[in-house]
């Protein structure tokens, strides 16, 4: 029986939604449709002035990559993560989260796919996905979009909650798997 309401709630919730909120906007006296063009007129407008600063994150990510930069990075930090007992497999992902997410994304499907999702690297990746943010990109979408140039402290502390949750999904899956 709930299994039934809550496929119900799901299968209604967006038609609801969607015809919910002009409704409501109608009884208000809102001119709904006015509203609604002038919203995507800022969105659009939003989306313009953080391309920019899309473009520059995404090339400077793939010059990194493509230069061999990630690679020098792994093997200078290899010891220190061996050492620490964190799977060598999950560490360029540690690496690429902060920066793009489609990018973490694609090495957790590749680490699925290859180690399984049972596996102590599988859940670890899994759980890093989940315990860090791309914190790079954030910065980039956010602050492009109000017009911050002078990003001060967001940078590093959003790079220190990244590796502390990557830590944390390395500590947690050990223990637990």
Known sequence: ????????????????LVLGI???????????????????????????????YLIAMFVAIRVFR????MDLLLKAITPFTNMLGIPPEVVPMGIIRPLSGSGALGMLGEL???????????MTA??????????????????????????????????WSDLAGFLAAVLVCRRLF
């Not at 029986?1 to 038609?15: H, L, Q």
């Not at 109608?26 to 391309?51: D, N």
């Not at 699925?112 to 599988?122: A, E, F, I, N, R």
């Open 22 to 52: 002009p409704l409501w906007g109608l009884v208000r006296g809102v001119r709904v449709y006015e509203a609604f063009v002038e919203g995507a007129k800022h969105g659009l407008a939003s989306a313009v002035r953080i391309t920019p």
């Open 126 to 159: 899994s759980t890093i996905q989940g315990s860090t943010e791309t914190t790079l990109y954030v910065l980039t979408v956010y602050f492009g979009a109000v017009g911050i140039t002078r990003s001060r402290h967001a940078l590093p502390i959003g790079l």
């Open 112 to 122: 699925l796919h290859t180690y399984g999702p049972d596996s102590l690297v599988g």
């Open 66 to 69: 493509a230069a061999g930069g």
């Open 1 to 16: 029986m709930i299994i039934n309401i809550m496929e119900g709630i799901s299968r209604w919730a967006v038609p609801a």
